[in-house]
Structures are given as C-alpha cells and as structure tokens.
C-alpha cells in the first residue's frame, strides 16, 4: 500500500497532515490553510459511547485494520519529520490560518435558511464573509459541495481544452 500512496492524511490529525502534505509538494503554507467547514458547532459534538465504538469498530473491521495501517505509518513519518519542525510549521499554519480568519469572516453563523449557504443543519457552523473580502475569501468559506461542484466545471473545462 505504501507504493500506491505517498501520504494518507489523517482527519483527527489534520493540521500535521496538511503540513505533511505542504512539504511533499513543497506547497507555501497559505497553500494548505483552510477553514473548518461543514462541522457541527461544537455545542452539539459529543463522542460516541464506548460500547457503540467498540460495536462500529467490530462491524468495519476491516477499515480499522486500514486505518490503524496508516495511522501508524502516519507517525512513523511524523517522527521523521521532527519534532521541533513539526512545531515550528504547526505554530505558522497556526497563524496563516488566523490571518485569513482575521481577513476573510466577519462572524460564525448557525445555518439558516436565508444565508448565501444554506447547509444542511442549525447545527452546522458556516461564516459570513467580510465585505472587503477577497475571492480567495469567497472560495475558502464555500460549503463543501459547492466548492466542488465549482471545481469540478473547471476541471471538465481544462479537459476540454486538452483533447
């Protein structure tokens, strides 16, 4: 599998994966600053019970097994990426990030109905976007789906052109 795969990100470590992912590709560190989009606000999170993870875990099996695969492989290339670089790029993707919060979002909203996004949930956080913002701004706060959707026609476009 580690033929097949450079980097496998790790969702509950994901700023470490996207540093990971910004020096495999010897991206700049704006390249992998995001925003949390599409996540329940953390007033409604709540960890599964243990019986009820312990029973998940029993019924994918096999996708534990995968995950425990990579989530180990994962820190083995952590480790090799050092410790202290590690910080020092976790602390300016750290930044990076609230520069472009600062930048970009006025305020964190519930979900509703009349919103430029309307996501699935109240539950759901989303932004409003400053009015000074950018369309960089526009694109960073973009609900998942329609983002690629967007992306997706460019990609097609691109395509078209190639043929």
Same mark, same amino acid.
């Given at each position: 599998?580690?033929?097949?795969?450079?980097?496998?990100?790790?969702?509950?470590?994901?700023?470490?994966?996207?540093?990971?992912?910004?020096?495999?590709?010897?991206?700049?560190?704006?390249?992998?600053?995001?925003?949390?989009?599409?996540?329940? #606000?953390?007033?409604?999170?709540?960890?599964?019970?243990?019986?009820?993870?312990?029973?998940? #875990?029993?019924?994918?099996?096999?996708?534990?097994?995968?995950?425990?695969?990579?989530? @180990?492989?994962?820190?083995?290339?952590?480790?090799?990426?050092?410790?202290?670089?590690?910080?020092?790029?976790?602390?300016?993707?750290?930044?990076?990030?609230?520069?472009?919060?600062?930048?970009?979002?006025?305020?964190?909203?519930?979900?509703? @109905?009349?919103? @430029?996004?309307?996501?699935?949930?109240?539950?759901?956080?989303?932004?409003?976007?400053?009015?000074?913002?950018?369309?960089?701004?526009?694109?960073?706060?973009?609900?998942?789906?329609?983002?690629?959707?967007?992306? #997706?026609? @460019?990609?097609?476009?691109?395509?078209?052109?190639?043929?």
């Amino acid at each position: 599998m580690d033929a097949l795969f450079d980097l496998v990100m790790v969702v509950e470590r994901l700023n470490e994966s996207l540093v990971l992912l910004r020096d495999l590709l010897c991206w700049e560190m704006d390249d992998v600053v995001m925003f949390k989009i599409n996540a329940r #606000r953390s007033v409604f999170q709540r960890p599964p019970e243990a019986s009820l993870a312990n029973e998940l #875990r029993k019924l994918n099996a096999v996708d534990t097994r995968l995950y425990e695969y990579f989530a @180990k492989r994962f820190e083995q290339r952590v480790k090799a990426f050092g410790a202290q670089r590690m910080q020092s790029e976790l602390k300016l993707l750290e930044q990076r990030t609230r520069y472009w919060y600062q930048k970009c979002v006025a305020r964190d909203n519930e979900s509703d @109905k009349s919103g @430029k996004f309307y996501i699935y949930h109240s539950q759901v956080l989303t932004y409003e976007v400053k009015d000074t913002s950018t369309s960089l701004c526009d694109l960073m706060t973009l609900p998942e789906i329609i983002f690629t959707g967007r992306l #997706r026609v @460019k990609q097609l476009k691109r395509i078209a052109t190639i043929r």
